[in-house]
């Protein structure tokens, strides 16, 4: 078992749709949860960055993680077709400890 | 701000030909970081230098070596490149300790 589990889809969802992307994990050691966009041959790019449990909000874009299931989320709303592109969640334990990524999840937004 | 530049964008080698990847940060970052990414398989951790001076390997260090020429370049190498090294290799920077990291745009290799 992998220890993060992320959905390749592809997702296509219409523009103005909201979206929900979704990582489950099983080292109850991660408490830095991040998700990062990557755009089709293109480096990652830090989308959202957030600590321990609870929500974190900016713009369009909605970070939840939940410890006690170790699941960790991310909504987009009002999606747009600039939205297009492959989502990475990423968790550490933090200090040294090294970063593991989930394969990340392909999303289309049709205009 | 260039941030992370790696060199170059595409290659195409041969079965057994070597070939070094440059990778350069201006963010005065101390860690940097090598990975490769493989469809199915996301991020996998090669090398990473947690600060000048330090190397360490990661998940799959195998078929290849790194140098930490500074603090702002460090440089992968395939000594003898082989078919299953065909992938997309990323360099990254993150301050030390801190978990985030920033990545170049990637370089694109073939093994033939």
């Known amino acids: 078992q992998k220890e993060v589990e992320q959905d390749p889809g592809p997702l296509s969802v219409p523009e103005g749709a909201i979206v929900s992307l979704n990582c489950t994990y099983s080292?109850?050691?991660?408490?830095?949860f991040m998700w990062y966009r990557q755009y089709s041959r293109k480096g990652p790019e830090l989308l959202m960055y957030?600590?321990?449990?609870g929500n974190k909000e900016d713009g369009r874009f909605t970070a939840q993680v939940d410890k006690s299931s170790k699941y960790i989320s991310l909504f987009i709303r009002d999606s747009q077709p600039s939205d297009s592109a492959t989502y990475l969640c990423a968790m550490s334990a933090g200090g040294y400890q090294k970063v593991t990524f989930g394969t990340g999840t392909k999303l289309q937004v049709i205009p | 701000n260039a941030g992370v530049t790696q060199t170059p964008k595409f290659q195409v080698l041969k079965t057994g030909q070597s070939m070094t990847l440059q990778c350069a940060q201006d963010m005065n970052h101390n860690s940097m970081y090598w990975y490769r990414q493989d469809p199915g398989m996301g991020l996998r951790l090669i090398y990473y230098s947690a600060s000048e001076g330090t190397t360490d390997k990661g998940e799959v260090p195998n078929g290849y070596n790194v140098s930490r020429l500074n603090k702002r370049e460090f440089s992968l190498r395939l000594e003898s490149a082989a078919p299953s090294q065909t992938s997309v290799y990323f360099c990254?920077?993150?301050?030390?300790?801190?978990?985030?990291?920033?990545f170049g745009a990637g370089t694109r290799l073939s093994v033939l």
């Open positions: 957030t600590y321990s449990s």
């Open positions: 990254a920077s993150s301050e030390q300790g801190l978990d985030i990291q920033y």
């Open positions: 080292n109850s050691a991660f408490q830095y």
